[in-house]
């Protein structure tokens, strides 16, 4: 069966710093990859998404960048991150079937001081 | 204009009960996808169930049923015996047309809370 992994859970960092989330399936090959935010008490925000290796759409322009080294790897990085970057970040894939759902990882929670 | 809208901030319902979660859409495209996912607070998003604008009886998944009223761009979650465990975050979301990548647009989002 397949599965995702997020890491880590919870992260804080300060004003300024890098970031890097990462993000990996198992169990599936050549999967569309997601990464949402989500502020408190609402809805999610996709930042990314990819479809094949090296191939990465931007839906919003920020302070934000996504890679995809390897097939089942979708990685989340700043060079220096804003406060306004705090949030739940949520990683998610699916089967190119348009029908199927995006299955989602269990996210990490991002605070920055 | 909002893609998808979920006018209920917070719905209560009494244990055993059902309750409607309501959705609407607003697209162009005549096929599309509807999902719907539930959030605990523990903050992970769990797939509920998935309707198609093609598909002509409503979808069900268990407790879970699906009001779909395409006419009116309404895709209303129906939860029946509801249970204590049911109290989370609803989200309804939507895939437009072929849209590359199979981008899901979500809505603000409901909180239900399941009274004993």
């Known amino acids: 069966s397949q599965t995702i992994h997020q890491w880590p859970a919870t992260l804080v960092q300060p004003v300024g710093s890098p970031l890097s989330l990462e993000c990996t399936v198992e169990?599936?090959?050549?999967?569309?990859l997601y990464w949402y935010r989500q502020a408190a008490g609402r809805g999610l925000q996709l930042l990314f998404y990819?479809?094949?290796?090296?191939?990465i759409s931007s839906e919003v322009p920020q302070n934000l960048s996504a890679s995809r080294p390897q097939d089942r790897q979708f990685i989340l990085s700043s060079k220096k991150l804003l406060l306004s970057d705090s949030g739940f970040y949520l990683c998610?894939?699916?089967?190119?079937?348009?029908?199927?759902?995006?299955?989602f990882g269990d996210g990490t929670r991002l605070s920055i001081l | 204009a909002q893609k998808i809208t979920q006018t209920q901030p917070g719905m209560f319902v009494q244990e055993k009960e059902a309750v409607t979660l309501d959705c609407t859409y607003d697209?162009?495209?005549?096929?599309?996808?509807l999902f719907w996912y539930k959030q605990p607070s523990s903050g992970e998003m769990i797939f509920l169930i998935y309707?198609?604008?093609?598909?002509?009886q409503n979808a069900t998944e268990g407790r879970y049923s699906l009001n779909f009223q395409k006419a009116r761009k309404s895709a209303n979650l129906v939860i029946s015996a509801s249970q204590l465990g049911d109290s989370a975050m609803y989200f309804c979301?939507?895939?437009?047309?072929?849209?590359?990548?199979?981008?899901?647009?979500f809505g603000a989002g409901t909180i239900l809370r399941v009274k004993s």
């Open positions: 998610a894939w699916s089967v190119r079937d348009r029908n199927q759902p995006q299955h």
């Open positions: 169990g599936t090959s050549n999967p569309n």
């Open positions: 990819s479809v094949g290796i090296g191939q």
């Open positions: 697209t162009s495209d005549q096929s599309y996808g």
């Open positions: 309707q198609g604008s093609y598909d002509e």
């Open positions: 979301a939507m895939r437009e047309g072929m849209e590359y990548g199979n981008k899901l647009v």
